[in-house]
């Protein structure tokens, strides 16, 4: 089993940054991706890291403002949001799993291991 828990979210107006973190225990994983969904929308990806490579992909709504990144050695991925819009209020998630590699952000059903959530509210 791989435990995932996330923090750092909360409330910001538009502009306004937040960090996402995503402590990981447990299974191993080579990849860590962040999803979000808002109210009555479908789950979507925001980002993923492959843990061996560090290799980075993004949607492209948040290219250029998030930035996902890890710290191996306490087994915590970031994801660091700049430039916040009120589009981007959602329940943030992270997830991980041992995966092959997808040129963008893989869909969810590849992940089996989820974190709580942590929302994310962003005010215009």
């Known amino acids: 089993q791989l435990h995932l828990e996330e923090s750092g979210g909360g409330s910001v107006q538009a502009g306004g940054s937040l960090r996402l973190s995503c402590a990981a225990s447990?299974?191993?994983?080579?990849?860590m991706a962040w999803f979000r969904q808002a109210p009555g929308k479908q789950r979507e990806g925001v980002a993923i890291?492959?843990?061996?490579?560090?290799?980075?992909r993004y949607a492209d709504s948040v290219k250029g403002r998030f930035t996902i990144s890890q710290d191996n050695a306490q087994n915590t991925v970031y994801l660091q949001m700049n430039s916040l819009k009120p589009e981007d209020t959602a329940m943030y998630y992270c997830?991980?799993?041992?995966?092959?590699?997808?040129?963008?952000?893989?869909?969810?059903?590849?992940?089996?291991?989820w974190g709580q959530g942590t929302q994310v509210t962003v005010s215009s």
């Open positions: 447990g299974y191993s994983w080579n990849s």
């Open positions: 890291i492959y843990t061996n490579s560090g290799d980075t």
């Open positions: 997830a991980a799993d041992r995966t092959r590699f997808y040129s963008g952000v893989p869909p969810p059903s590849w992940f089996r291991y």
